[in-house]
T-cell receptor
Framework: DVKVTQSSRYLVKRTGEKVFLECVQD?????MFWYRQDPGLGLRLIYF???????EKGDIPEGYSVSREKKERFSLILESASTNQTSMYLC?????????????FGPGTRLTVT | AQSVAQPEDQVNVAEGNPLTVKCTYS??????LFWYVQYPNRGLQFLLK??????LVKGSYGFEAEFNKSQTSFHLKKPSALVSDSALYFC??????????????FGTGTKLQVIP
C-alpha cells in the first residue's frame, strides 16, 4: 500500500512565525503536491514538484515556498504565517509514467495561525 | 481553462436507496476524470477514474460512475447506500494535453449523508 505521511495532524502557530510542513511518500513517486482545503472552495493547488529539486507554482503560491531535496520528501514552508493561512493542508503524490495515475493523499495537517 | 462543478453542497439519501452525486466538467480537449472520497478527519482516497473506453467505470466500495461526453458529466452512483458511505466526495478533472504535467482541478466537494 502507498503511504503518504505528514509530520503533524494539528499545528498552532503565531502570526509571523516560519512554519514547516513535511510530507514523505514511500512509493518512489515522481510527482508530489501541496493543496489547501477550505470549506466551499474544495482543494486548491499551492505547489507541485515532478522531480527532485524541481517545483512549479500552482493556483495559490503566494506566501508559500517548497523544497524537494529528496525524491520521497516534499516540504511546504510558510515564510511568515498569517491568519488567512489557517487551513487544512494536504500532501499528495503520484506516478508519472505509463497510464494516467491517481494521486495518493496524506491525512492532512490542520494549521491554525493565531 | 479546465474546470469541474459539483452543483450540490449536500446530498441526503436513505440507507438502502440508490445514490447519485453529480459532477460536470469543462475542458477543451479530452478529459481524464476522477472521484475521491474523504472520510472525517482523513485525507482523500481514490475511488475511480475514467481515461477512455467504457463509459461506465467501476470503482472501490461498490461505487461506479457514468461518463457522458454530450452532457460533459461524470456522475458518481451506487445502487444501495450504506451509512458508512457518509463522507465528502470530490470530483476532479485533468485535461489530456501533450507533454509535461497537467494540473488536476478539483471540485468544491459534495457532502453525502446517508440516513439510517
Amino acid at each position: 500500500d502507498v503511504k503518504v505521511t505528514q509530520s503533524s495532524r494539528y499545528l498552532v502557530k503565531r502570526t509571523g512565525e516560519k512554519v514547516f510542513l513535511e510530507c514523505v511518500q514511500d512509493m518512489d513517486h515522481e510527482n508530489m503536491f501541496w493543496y489547501r482545503q477550505d470549506p466551499g472552495l474544495g482543494l486548491r493547488l499551492i505547489y507541485f514538484s515532478y522531480d527532485v529539486k524541481m517545483k512549479e507554482k500552482g493556483d495559490i503560491p503566494e506566501g508559500y515556498s517548497v523544497s524537494r531535496e529528496k525524491k520521497e520528501r516534499f516540504s511546504l514552508i510558510l515564510e511568515s504565517a498569517s491568519t488567512n493561512q489557517t487551513s487544512m493542508y494536504l500532501c499528495a503524490s503520484s506516478f508519472t509514467s505509463g497510464t494516467i495515475h491517481e494521486q495518493y493523499f496524506g491525512p492532512g495537517t490542520r494549521l491554525t495561525v493565531t | 481553462a479546465q474546470s469541474v462543478a459539483q452543483p450540490e453542497d449536500q446530498v441526503n439519501v436513505a440507507e438502502g436507496n440508490p445514490l447519485t452525486v453529480k459532477c460536470t466538467y469543462s475542458v477543451s480537449g479530452n478529459p481524464y476524470l476522477f472521484w475521491y472520497v474523504q472520510y472525517p478527519n482523513r485525507g482523500l482516497q481514490f475511488l475511480l477514474k475514467y481515461i477512455t473506453g467504457d463509459n461506465l467505470v467501476k470503482g472501490s466500495y461498490g461505487f461506479e460512475a457514468e461518463f457522458n461526453k454530450s452532457q460533459t458529466s461524470f456522475h458518481l452512483k451506487k445502487p444501495s447506500a450504506l451509512v458508512s458511505d457518509s463522507a465528502l466526495y470530490f470530483c476532479a478533472v485533468r485535461e489530456a494535453l501533450a507533454g509535461g504535467y497537467q494540473k488536476v482541478t478539483f471540485g468544491t466537494g459534495t457532502k453525502l449523508q446517508v440516513i439510517p
